[in-house]
């Protein structure tokens, strides 16, 4: 396989459990709970918490998380669906007397209910042994003693270090003066707002169960959520140049209920795969992998022009079937039995010309929004993903695997709540999200706004039995590339014979641009292939050849994908993290 041996990483293996997270802090958070006796669900849930005070600018305490679970004894997956939804107060009209079109990807409006944190809850109460106050101390810890600042972190905050300064002191209170790498960064307000919960835990009776929900209620019905709603009424400008309040009241707190669901799943080449459902793009993973299956990517060859051709048609049919079909299916009605039924798969594989690349946005069932495409200008240059984000008041995302030596394993996305794009509230430390800039003011279309709906997000995490019996969790940072450079690794070791978790995450990647961008402002780059240039020259040239925007990227550029595996015949678990960014890391255990 091209490029697989570049940097050589071995996978690690132990039969004890394993673990990877996008920070190395939480990776070994995570290990210890595994060795302390927890389960998957436990060391997922330390992970969980310690990415929010170690990763802040990718995900925070106010954020979301959808999360994957299988359970081993019962031999079936859950997903819980950690997105939270609207206001009560965020209606179209509303909108429609703000003058704005689309949401904004910053400052107060774009601010759904808090999920994280309940969907953390929900998957220790559930799935978990612990109590709550086991998986939150190692946060605790980092937030009231400190963590070293490593360079990724302090080259976003470097960006964000203006707006922190002139408009956002309650963040720059926290974030600055900028720490120097290695020095120790504190967060006293979040580790007093993760105390309080473990006093509420501790003051409730009954079972684990009832003293976690009790801790949760605390959040949700007591005092955080009424200075969140007091914090949001001060306004805060926005990327509409203007100053705007925010529209999440307390009240939409104390009704929120997360929920677990059942997921989506597929079968490609002998393997078994699980999405959360359509309210995340989740099922766009699943769709590439039904229109990949009429062609023979094995015999095209490993990133030829001809395999990463096909990956990216397949993706730009799958994603136009997300943007024009994909929504809150307890809102709307989303086809997905057409969507990965075989007749219609057929019907849109046709429309893939191996030798030239598509400039249309064509969804097969449904519409796009009214007004889209919002085509971009010329592409970017190429700068380090997170930088980007960060100059446009974004955040990112982060993820995280966990399986134990039992066999049950839990997938996670972990983002929103981030700093870059919402002022912290000063007396809890972390700030809103802004996750509904997802939504989109056509009323017709089925991810329209409404409130106490779900907003189609991006955060997708991974779950699949592989040919071989393995069971493998695996996620990625990265927006709408997730379901793009994931689908990569995992055809790296379906179609292309990696076995090994780590060649097949470090391989290079390509991702298109032709889909609309889920986050504001909402635009699309037709045509537009990033590809990480350890790709052979000659292979780029021919995908130019064929009509596609080449846009080159660093050699170790896209994404951060994660993975964990258990092979349920010799116990055997591997873990694998991706070297990119050098922040993430993985841990097996003996």
Not at 297 to 302: K, R, Y
Request: proline content about 8%; hydrophobic content about 40%.
């Amino acid at each position: 396989m091209n490029g697989m041996s570049e940097r050589p990483t071995p996978t690690l293996c132990g039969h004890g459990g394993g673990v990877s997270a996008g920070h190395h802090l939480a990776a070994q958070i995570g290990a210890q709970m595994l060795a302390q006796g927890g389960n998957a669900a436990d060391a997922a849930c330390a992970m969980g918490f310690a990415l929010q005070v170690l990763e802040p600018t990718m995900n925070g305490p106010a954020g979301e998380v959808p999360i994957l679970v299988y359970v081993a004894r019962e031999d079936r997956t859950y997903a819980i669906s950690g997105q939270g939804t609207a206001p009560a107060a965020a209606t179209r009209a509303r909108f429609a007397e703000l003058g704005i079109d689309p949401i904004p990807g910053d400052g107060l409006l774009a601010a759904t209910v808090p999920a994280a944190l309940d969907a953390w809850c929900l998957l220790l109460a559930r799935f978990g042994t612990k109590r709550l106050e086991d998986v939150l101390e190692p946060a605790r810890a980092l937030a009231s003693n400190g963590y070293p600042m490593y360079r990724f972190l302090r080259s976003v905050l470097s960006f964000l270090e203006p707006r922190f300064r002139n408009e956002w002191p309650s963040s720059a209170a926290v974030y600055l003066p900028l720490r120097g790498l290695g020095e120790r960064q504190t967060n006293p307000a979040l580790a007093a707002f993760l105390e309080s919960l473990v006093a509420a835990e501790r003051a409730a009776s009954g079972s684990r169960e009832t003293r976690i929900r009790a801790a949760r209620d605390a959040f949700y019905k007591g005092r955080a959520a009424e200075e969140i709603e007091r914090f949001l009424a001060s306004a805060v400008r926005d990327a509409s140049g203007r100053a705007h309040a925010g529209l999440l009241s307390a009240d939409d707190l104390a009704r929120y209920e997360g929920a677990v669901e059942e997921p989506v799943s597929a079968d490609y080449r002998g393997a078994r795969v699980w999405k959360c459902g359509p309210w995340t793009q989740g099922p766009v993973f699943l769709q590439q992998l039904r229109l990949l299956e009429g062609f023979e990517l094995a015999a095209l060859g490993h990133n030829s022009a001809d395999a990463l051709h096909a990956i990216a048609e397949c993706a730009k049919l799958a994603f136009a079937d997300r943007d024009a079909c994909y929504g809150d299916p307890r809102f709307v009605e989303v086809p997905l039995a057409e969507l990965l039924s075989t007749p219609y798969t057929e019907k849109r594989r046709a429309l893939v010309d191996p030798a030239r690349a598509s400039l249309e946005l064509r969804p097969g069932r449904g519409r796009l929004p009214a007004g889209w495409p919002r085509v971009a200008g010329a592409p970017a240059p190429s700068q380090e993903p997170q930088a980007q984000a960060a100059a446009r008041g974004r955040g990112d995302t982060t993820h995280l695997d966990a399986i134990d030596r039992f066999g049950n394993a839990v997938a996670a996305t972990p983002s929103g709540g981030w700093i870059p794009s919402s002022p912290i509230v000063p007396s809890l430390g972390f700030p809103v999200g802004t996750r509904a800039q997802m939504f989109v003011l056509d009323p017709a279309h089925p991810n329209a706004l409404e409130p106490g709906k779900r907003p189609r997000t991006t955060l997708t995490p991974s779950l699949a039995r592989l040919p071989d019996g393995r069971l493998l969790a695996f996620g990625t940072p990265g927006g709408d590339q997730q379901d793009q450079w994931t689908l990569q690794f995992f055809l790296n070791v379906i179609d292309f014979g990696a076995r090994d978790l780590q060649a097949a995450i470090d391989a290079p990647t390509i991702h298109s641009h032709h889909m609309p961008d889920s986050f504001y402002p909402r635009t699309s780059q037709p045509g537009v292939l990033a590809a990480e240039s350890r790709i052979a020259g000659e292979t780029l040239a021919e995908l130019e050849r064929r009509g596609h925007r080449v846009k080159p990227s660093g050699p170790w550029e896209h994404g951060r994908v994660l993975a964990v595996a258990r092979d349920p015949k010799s116990g055997l678990c591997e873990a694998a993290a991706s070297p990119r960014f050098a922040v993430a890391a993985a841990a097996a255990l003996p």
